[in-house]
């Protein structure tokens, strides 16, 4: 590369522009613990939106296969909530649901993806693109969360929300093995 095509350095990138810093709502996180509690409402708001999404991603899954993994994983969310009761609990907090926008995102792309397939194997492509987008949101908030419990002392609390980290995994590592066995080879016929 010439001297002269080398691109120049952004000199604003490296500059703090006051106008893009947010100022903080009154009721801000200020310590670790606060912003932990915050996020815990959060994924509450996002399970409990799960438990009612999930019977509809399996009234329109095909592949009996499907249909059973979203069902076992309705059961196993519906438990992922009382475990975040017992988190709240832990915690002296009231267990209360904050919206989460990334989930309501996702699940509104869910449904679209709904209107735009076909019934059959290539809407069940669909719905597991839709679930494993929901799965890795959730592997990363549970993660974080883990991450969080562990630095604040709050041992019980890491243990389930461990236990929920694990029960995602396996959630994705089941719809991968769904695609690769069933669905990417009917759809690609
Ligand atoms: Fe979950
Ligand atoms: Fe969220
Ligand atoms: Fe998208
Ligand atoms: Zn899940």
Partial sequence: ????????????????????????LADAASELKDFFIDSLKDIYWAENALVSALPKMASNATSPALTVAILEHLSVTENQVVRLQKVFELLGEKAEGK???AMAGLLKEGDSILQETVPGAVRDAGIIAASQKIEHYEIATYGTLCAFAKVLGENDAAKLLTQTLSEEKEADCLLNDIALNAVNMVAAE
């Avoid at 952004?10 to 100022?23: A, C």
């Fill in 99 to 101: 919206k989460c926008e």
């Fill in 1 to 24: 590369m010439k001297n002269s095509e080398k691109p120049t350095p952004n000199k604003t990138v490296h500059t703090k522009d006051n106008k893009n810093i947010v100022s903080p």
